[in-house]
């Protein structure tokens, strides 16, 4: 109890991007409980093991230390499922949905935290935005697990196609890459329903569930919003350059392109190889023998990751966009910056400015702090901590050889990566008005 003097003098306002990291961080205690139970096992398990699963799947990020498909029963690959879908939509999004089903009024503060949940600036329509997601996602995930379903259920029976259908659904859309076998998908690598059904859903919902609610509802170029127009730009033109570029470096490659029995195949995990690295961890050739260059250019996908307001990390395709107008915008000695017949303000540039540079500053840090502990081959490493920052769950192997610090590190970044943008923004949306005015002056730049 506060003593009298304290009582009505002491107000801690705690920032709803801080509660909603802490709502995160307890789902993640959640899960690794729940991970921990007999039952959840088919071998026990450590708590370090544990704890690392469960931020991998609330994180949608999908690095795992141990195979989820062997050493978890159902009921804890349910476990893995639920938290990666909590995860990927949003804690607040369920609640909101939870309510909205019971006929519960959405109060003020829950409309808050919804709006920094969901990365939005306003808190008008946004029920109409959960409501959508909840159409989007249903839609999506009850067509994948039919469309996989001719693919798992005739290989592994109904009871369990089915569940396999349903589980790599869910990871799909969620973009967290978790899979239930040891080698990923690489036996399916020729299969054209898997190579087309898979990334259609880690793409469908790497975009961004307003980008895909304009889709479905506008359906024309010119009503889209700029939002829209700069993700389905972006989005396109980044998916032809990893295609390309992942087939040109690795077609020759033994272990991986050269290696597949025909051309067919190859271009088909050319395909699903390509757009992987910016959002989701599939894989279906062997990432620890791709090329170096190949590795040096999904570290490059990864940190761009996907769309705003989507089951994606990374610093978000529009980010990236801005960033690339504003350094043309300052060769050509532009004050403002336009795109599509639309202008953007100061405010957009100073907030990507400071999200990439927060972002760099997080990768480089951990990069730094897990080569303390480890002297492993160091392209590894940093390929580990990018994807996870970027929560794409790709590995080239170091996953399984970190340490119980190295783990922390990894947690840590994949945390960031998820949640990170959400204290950003508030920070961002702190203003205060300057007592004192300073003459200006310069520094010297380049």
Same mark, same amino acid.
């Given at each position: 109890?506060?003593?009298?003097?304290?009582?009505?003098r002491?107000?801690?306002d705690?920032?709803?991007?801080?509660?909603?990291?802490?709502?995160?961080?307890?789902?993640?205690?959640?899960?690794a409980?729940?991970?921990?139970?007999?039952?959840?096992?088919?071998?026990?398990?450590?708590?370090s093991?544990?704890v690392?699963?469960?931020a991998?799947?609330v994180t949608?990020t999908?690095l795992?230390?141990f195979?989820?498909?062997?050493?978890?029963?159902?009921?804890?690959q349910? /476990? %893995?499922m639920? &938290?990666?879908?909590l @995860? #990927? *939509? $949003?804690?607040?999004?369920?609640?909101? +949905?939870v309510l909205?089903?019971?006929?519960?009024?959405?109060?003020?503060s829950?409309?808050?935290?919804?709006?920094?949940d969901?990365?939005?600036?306003?808190?008008?329509d946004l029920?109409?935005?959960?409501?959508?997601?909840?159409?989007?996602v249903?839609?999506?995930?009850?067509?994948?697990?039919?469309?996989l379903s001719?693919?798992?259920?005739?290989?592994?029976?109904v009871a369990?196609?089915?569940?396999?259908?349903?589980f790599h659904t869910?990871s799909a859309?969620?973009?967290?890459?978790?899979?239930l076998?040891?080698?990923?998908?690489?036996?399916?690598?020729?299969?054209p329903?898997?190579n087309l /059904? %898979?990334?259609? &859903?880690?793409?469908? @919902? #790497? *975009? $961004?569930?307003?980008?895909?609610?304009? +889709?479905?509802?506008?359906?024309?170029?010119?009503s889209f919003s700029?939002?829209?127009?700069?993700?389905?730009v972006?989005?396109?033109?980044?998916?032809?350059?990893?295609?390309?570029?992942?087939?040109?470096?690795?077609?020759?490659?033994?272990?991986?392109?050269?290696g597949?029995?025909?051309?067919?195949?190859?271009?088909?995990?050319?395909w699903?190889?390509?757009?992987?690295?910016?959002?989701?961890?599939?894989?279906?050739v062997?990432?620890?023998?791709?090329?170096?260059s190949?590795?040096?250019?999904f570290?490059?996908?990864?940190?761009?990751?996907g769309?705003?307001?989507?089951t994606?990390?990374?610093?978000?395709?529009?980010t990236?966009?801005?960033?690339? *107008?504003a350094?043309t915008?300052f060769?050509?000695?532009?004050?403002?910056?336009?795109?599509?017949?639309?202008?953007?303000?100061?405010?957009?540039?100073?907030?990507?400015?400071?999200?990439?540079?927060?972002s760099?500053?997080?990768?480089?840090?951990?990069i730094?702090?897990?080569?303390?502990?480890?002297?492993?081959n160091?392209?590894?490493?940093?390929?580990e901590?990018?994807?996870?920052?970027?929560?794409v769950?790709?590995?080239?192997g170091?996953?399984?050889?970190?340490?119980?610090?190295?783990r922390?590190?990894?947690?840590?970044?994949?945390?960031?990566?998820?949640?990170?943008?959400l204290?950003l923004?508030?920070?961002?949306?702190t203003?205060?008005?300057?007592?004192?005015?300073?003459?200006?002056?310069k520094?010297f730049?380049?």
């Amino acid at each position: 109890m506060r003593p009298k003097w304290l009582r009505g003098r002491i107000r801690v306002d705690v920032p709803p991007p801080a509660i909603l990291a802490s709502l995160y961080a307890a789902l993640i205690v959640a899960g690794a409980v729940l991970l921990k139970l007999p039952l959840a096992t088919t071998m026990p398990i450590t708590w370090s093991d544990a704890v690392f699963t469960a931020a991998s799947a609330v994180t949608v990020t999908g690095l795992v230390v141990f195979d989820p498909g062997s050493q978890l029963t159902i009921f804890g690959q349910g /476990v %893995v499922m639920v &938290l990666i879908h909590l @995860g #990927g *939509l $949003g804690l607040m999004t369920f609640a909101v +949905l939870v309510l909205s089903m019971l006929g519960l009024p959405i109060s003020m503060s829950q409309r808050i935290f919804l709006r920094d949940d969901l990365n939005q600036t306003s808190i008008y329509d946004l029920l109409l935005l959960v409501r959508g997601i909840l159409k989007v996602v249903l839609a999506s995930e009850l067509a994948g697990v039919a469309l996989l379903s001719f693919v798992f259920v005739p290989e592994f029976g109904v009871a369990e196609g089915l569940w396999q259908a349903l589980f790599h659904t869910v990871s799909a859309f969620n973009n967290a890459g978790f899979t239930l076998f040891p080698d990923g998908l690489s036996r399916w690598v020729g299969d054209p329903i898997v190579n087309l /059904v %898979v990334p259609a &859903l880690f793409i469908f @919902g #790497g *975009l $961004g569930f307003i980008v895909v609610t304009e +889709l479905y509802t506008k359906r024309t170029w010119r009503s889209f919003s700029l939002h829209t127009k700069l993700m389905i730009v972006g989005t396109s033109g980044l998916i032809v350059w990893s295609v390309l570029c992942f087939a040109a470096l690795e077609w020759t490659n033994p272990r991986t392109l050269g290696g597949l029995d025909s051309i067919t195949d190859r271009l088909w995990a050319s395909w699903f190889q390509g757009v992987t690295p910016r959002t989701a961890g599939f894989n279906t050739v062997d990432i620890t023998a791709i090329h170096d260059s190949t590795a040096m250019m999904f570290m490059s996908l990864m940190v761009i990751g996907g769309g705003s307001t989507s089951t994606a990390g990374g610093i978000k395709v529009t980010t990236f966009i801005v960033l690339l *107008l504003a350094t043309t915008a300052f060769f050509r000695r532009r004050a403002q910056l336009h795109v599509f017949g639309r202008r953007l303000g100061t405010d957009e540039v100073m907030k990507v400015l400071a999200l990439a540079m927060v972002s760099m500053l997080t990768v480089f840090t951990a990069i730094f702090l897990i080569t303390i502990s480890h002297d492993g081959n160091f392209l590894d490493l940093a390929f580990e901590v990018t994807s996870a920052f970027g929560t794409v769950g790709l590995s080239r192997g170091a996953t399984g050889e970190l340490d119980e610090f190295g783990r922390a590190v990894i947690i840590a970044v994949m945390f960031i990566g998820r949640v990170g943008p959400l204290t950003l923004g508030f920070f961002l949306a702190t203003r205060s008005k300057p007592r004192i005015g300073y003459p200006q002056s310069k520094v010297f730049l380049g």
